[in-house]
């Protein structure tokens, strides 16, 4: 089919010049050689395009002259094996190599060499285009990208940052809230069944005490406080000696304590919708210059434990430009007798870097009230919050991070050698300033 459209294009062809007839014939042959060589069914349909091709360029290329053994295409029955046979021989070889095959090259060149350059030019140009219009969709792209993140992603992200603030202040204050119910109760519980209170015959449990915390100048601790949260460690007594756990009845005061930790802060809300809308609004006008008045902002916050004599408590410190808040994070402070405290900075006496477990992590902190806490963090924290509270500049804070510097400045002993001072009062200031607590029992 395709050998029968070949041929009817070459007979409408009007070959113009003897290169463009060197190209066909040159192109030709090629494949017929290959063809002939091979014995393929290739020749076949060649043969009616070299018969139409021959009878056109026969004088145009001066065939009769340059190959006067040419078998005749005029029809010949027997052309088909006549020019296999004369391809093979040295006339036709030689016709092609010094004339046909120098003429094809030559009109390759001349007619195919402007195209390839015209080719190569618009497919640079194509080229080109395609790097600028790739740079364009990538900077399009980048734009696209940042006002996506400018006009969506980060209003997104501070406004869910506002709700985590605005959520985690609400739970801070419902967690106040109900840790003052909690403290407001079991002082007016304590009021009524002390002692001397309207109630003390109702009062049927044993009074015990505990040794109180706060110390004299000399660092001894002398007084005793009644110890309202007294446990005797019953269980681990009887499971100590394998005679079980005997559940015990709650007492009326734990029943109490636990209705009052029923109680919901939107209770005393509703008390506040009540009002009038008027006296509404002139109670939080009046609440917000208070707390305008009294703003105070947070400086640092992090987690750490306190130490005590007989327990560890997790928790997070907090410090602001006005006061020092410990949040008391154990289990127990879910019961009501957590360990939560605030101190004013002015309260605060001495502040000295201790050790914990042989680690380089603690702070002991003095008041005035002659009370002191020892805090436990990881060394880096403990040593941002050293310097921060230090930063605050409060006129009673005094530092230092080198004991040594610290006993030199104290001028203890020149008090000691001109007997102003006892030496039991020495021998503790000088334990204090060596990183002895009362707090951690293996110092």
Same mark, same amino acid.
């Given at each position: 089919?395709?050998?029968?459209?070949?041929?009817?294009?070459?007979?409408?062809k009007v070959?113009?010049s003897q290169?463009?007839?060197?190209?066909l014939l040159g192109?030709?042959?090629?494949?017929?050689?290959?063809?002939?060589?091979?014995?393929?069914?290739?020749?076949s349909?060649?043969?009616p395009?070299v018969?139409?091709?021959?009878s056109k360029i026969?004088?145009?290329?001066?065939m009769g002259l340059?190959?006067?053994?040419?078998?005749p295409?005029n029809g010949?029955?027997?052309f088909?094996?006549?020019?296999q046979?004369y391809?093979?021989?040295d006339?036709?070889?030689?016709?092609?190599d010094?004339?046909?095959i120098?003429?094809?090259?030559?009109?390759e060149?001349?007619?195919?060499?402007?195209d390839?350059?015209q080719?190569?030019?618009?497919w640079?140009?194509?080229?080109?285009?395609?790097?600028?219009?790739?740079h364009k969709r990538d900077?399009?792209?980048?734009?696209?990208?940042?006002?996506?993140?400018?006009y969506?992603?980060?209003p997104f992200?501070?406004?869910?940052?506002?709700?985590?603030l605005?959520?985690?202040?609400?739970l801070?204050?419902?967690?106040?809230?109900h840790?003052a119910?909690?403290?407001?109760?079991r002082?007016v519980q304590l009021?009524?069944?002390?002692?001397r209170?309207?109630?003390?015959?109702m009062?049927?449990?044993p009074i015990?005490?505990?040794?109180?915390?706060v110390?004299?100048f000399?660092?001894?601790?002398?007084?005793?406080?009644q110890n309202?949260?007294?446990?005797?460690?019953?269980?681990?007594?009887?499971l100590?000696?394998?005679l079980g756990?005997?559940?015990?009845?709650?007492?009326s005061?734990?029943?109490?304590l636990?209705?009052?930790?029923?109680v919901?802060v939107?209770?005393?809300?509703?008390?506040?919708?009540?009002l009038?809308?008027?006296?509404t609004a002139?109670?939080?006008? /009046?609440d917000?210059?208070?707390?305008q008045s009294?703003?105070?902002k947070?400086?640092?916050?992090?987690?750490?434990? /306190?130490?005590?004599?007989i327990?560890?408590?997790?928790?997070?410190?907090e410090?602001?430009?006005?006061?020092?808040y410990f949040?008391d994070?154990?289990t127990e402070?879910e019961?009501g007798?957590?360990?939560?405290f605030?101190?004013?900075?002015?309260?605060?006496?001495?502040?000295?870097?201790r050790?914990?477990?042989?680690?380089?992590?603690?702070l002991?902190i003095?008041?005035t009230?002659?009370?002191?806490?020892f805090?436990?963090?990881?060394?880096?924290?403990?040593?941002?919050?050293?310097s921060?509270?230090l930063?605050?500049?409060s006129?009673?804070i005094?530092g230092?991070?080198?004991p040594?510097?610290?006993?030199?400045?104290?001028?203890?002993m020149?008090?000691w050698v001109n007997?102003?001072?006892?030496?039991?009062?020495?021998?503790?200031? /000088?334990?204090?300033?060596?990183?002895?607590?009362?707090?951690? /029992?293996?110092?």
């Amino acid at each position: 089919m395709a050998a029968a459209k070949l041929n009817t294009l070459l007979q409408t062809k009007v070959i113009e010049s003897q290169s463009e007839g060197c190209y066909l014939l040159g192109k030709l042959e090629g494949i017929l050689s290959r063809s002939i060589e091979e014995k393929t069914e290739t020749y076949s349909f060649l043969i009616p395009l070299v018969r139409t091709l021959v009878s056109k360029i026969y004088e145009l290329l001066f065939m009769g002259l340059h190959l006067p053994s040419l078998p005749p295409t005029n029809g010949s029955p027997s052309f088909f094996e006549d020019f296999q046979e004369y391809c093979s021989c040295d006339e036709w070889q030689v016709y092609i190599d010094k004339y046909i095959i120098p003429n094809m090259k030559q009109y390759e060149e001349n007619s195919f060499r402007h195209d390839q350059e015209q080719m190569a030019l618009y497919w640079k140009d194509c080229y080109e285009a395609f790097m600028v219009n790739m740079h364009k969709r990538d900077r399009e792209r980048g734009e696209s990208k940042l006002k996506f993140q400018e006009y969506f992603v980060e209003p997104f992200s501070r406004k869910a940052r506002q709700e985590n603030l605005r959520y985690n202040s609400m739970l801070k204050q419902l967690n106040s809230q109900h840790t003052a119910v909690l403290r407001q109760w079991r002082a007016v519980q304590l009021y009524l069944l002390s002692e001397r209170g309207p109630w003390s015959e109702m009062k049927q449990q044993p009074i015990h005490w505990k040794l109180s915390n706060v110390e004299n100048f000399s660092r001894m601790r002398l007084k005793l406080v009644q110890n309202y949260n007294f446990n005797s460690h019953q269980d681990a007594s009887d499971l100590r000696d394998n005679l079980g756990v005997h559940p015990t009845q709650p007492s009326s005061e734990s029943l109490l304590l636990e209705a009052v930790k029923q109680v919901k802060v939107s209770d005393l809300e509703d008390d506040i919708l009540e009002l009038p809308e008027e006296d509404t609004a002139v109670i939080l006008n /009046l609440d917000e210059k208070d707390e305008q008045s009294q703003k105070e902002k947070l400086i640092l916050s992090e987690d750490c434990e /306190l130490i005590t004599v007989i327990d560890v408590i997790p928790g997070r410190l907090e410090v602001t430009t006005q006061h020092i808040y410990f949040f008391d994070g154990s289990t127990e402070k879910e019961e009501g007798v957590g360990s939560d405290f605030k101190w004013h900075l002015s309260q605060i006496r001495e502040i000295h870097l201790r050790r914990y477990n042989l680690r380089r992590s603690a702070l002991e902190i003095f008041l005035t009230d002659q009370t002191n806490y020892f805090l436990n963090f990881s060394k880096e924290v403990r040593n941002k919050v050293y310097s921060r509270i230090l930063s605050l500049r409060s006129p009673n804070i005094s530092g230092t991070r080198s004991p040594q510097e610290l006993f030199k400045a104290s001028g203890l002993m020149q008090k000691w050698v001109n007997r102003e001072i006892s030496n039991f009062d020495y021998l503790m200031q /000088l334990n204090t300033m060596a990183g002895r607590t009362y707090n951690d /029992l293996a110092q």
